[in-house]
């Protein structure tokens, strides 16, 4: 069901195990109301792509995720003719003697039908629930992508030239991400509701850590949160993300780790550093002196 309320929307999110701040809870619940897409910024790793996957769960719905990348064009995210299928249509009419008209051969039969166009569509297994559909990291498109997306975002349709306009009957939750690696256009900032999402405060994601790696302890959970907290304060090419900081608690509760210890830590530094220069730069010392600063360190 949608949410009637900003502490019913982080309700509905808590139950998929996604534990919002009041300010995202109140910029999602604000989305869905005034039906306006939403716009998501901050680095890898905060949460950006789990809470479009969380409330496409909370509605019921299924998540339509259509993934960025440099080139990607309209026919890629919006619709592709099914050209062999059209083909054979055509020479089974030819053997029966037909002469079929073309716009026979462009209708829905032969249409391959990519998200953007999917997230217009009802969802016949959720009726009457918006779709959602994620556009992930769109700083990783072209431009000239950013500017197609215009008029999908403030109008809910998209125009194809052999049928037509196509308009939502209900519009979906569009949820927009970018990790900042370039400017997005003000263009397209403006038909969004704007969230900046940054790292957790260290009792929300001791939250979530308790939620997605229950196999290790508390007070493991703890520490290792700690740790995480303390590595963001370096200077780092890419610091740790929640989703790193609950692979490393799974992976020392795996290993039977019951509490940090120096060894432990540059055991499993892999886990939550991915750049080698990171992790030339977490040394034994800095190694010492992050856990003497961490809950129970």
């Not at 339509?64 to 592709?80: H, I, K, P, T, V």
């Not at 037509?164 to 038909?191: C, F, Y």
């Not at 009792?203 to 979530?208: A, G, N, P, V």
């Not at 608690?249 to 210890?261: I, K, Q, T, Y």
Request: with cysteine; proline share 7%.
């Amino acid at each position: 069901m949608l949410p009637t309320s900003i502490d019913h929307t982080a309700a509905l999110l808590e139950a998929q195990q996604y534990f919002a701040d009041r300010e995202t809870a109140t910029v999602l619940y604000l989305a869905l109301r005034m039906q306006r897409p939403l716009f998501l910024e901050g680095e890898p790793g905060v949460g950006k792509t789990a809470l479009a996957r969380a409330i496409a769960g909370a509605l019921g719905t299924r998540l339509l995720r259509l993934q960025c990348y440099e080139g990607l064009d309209a026919s890629s995210a919006l619709y592709e003719w099914d050209y062999p299928r059209q083909i054979m249509a055509l020479r089974l009419a030819e053997a029966r003697g037909e002469r079929p008209e073309a716009q026979s051969l462009y209708h829905d039969d032969f249409l391959l039908k990519r998200p953007l166009l999917e997230s217009l569509l009802p969802d016949p297994a959720a009726p009457g629930m918006p779709r959602v559909l994620l556009i992930d990291e769109i700083d990783r498109a072209d431009e000239p992508f950013e500017a197609f997306l215009l008029e999908v975002l403030s109008e809910y349709q998209v125009s194809i030239p052999e049928i037509g306009v196509v308009q939502a009957e209900q519009p979906p939750l569009i949820v927009v991400t970018s990790n900042r690696t370039r400017e997005v256009h003000d263009a397209l900032k403006r038909r969004c509701l704007y969230q900046w999402m940054g790292y957790p405060q260290r009792e929300r994601e001791l939250q979530i850590v308790a939620a997605r790696a229950p196999e290790a302890a508390a007070a493991l959970q703890l520490a290792a949160i700690g740790f995480v907290h303390g590595l963001r304060g370096i200077d780092l090419f890419k610091a740790p993300g929640i989703a790193e900081a609950i692979d490393w608690c799974r992976a020392l509760a795996a290993l039977g780790v019951s509490e940090l210890d120096p060894q432990s830590v540059r055991d499993t530094l892999g886990v939550l550093l991915k750049y080698q220069d990171d992790l030339a730069r977490v040394d034994g010392p800095t190694v010492a002196e992050l856990l003497a600063g961490a809950p129970g360190g």
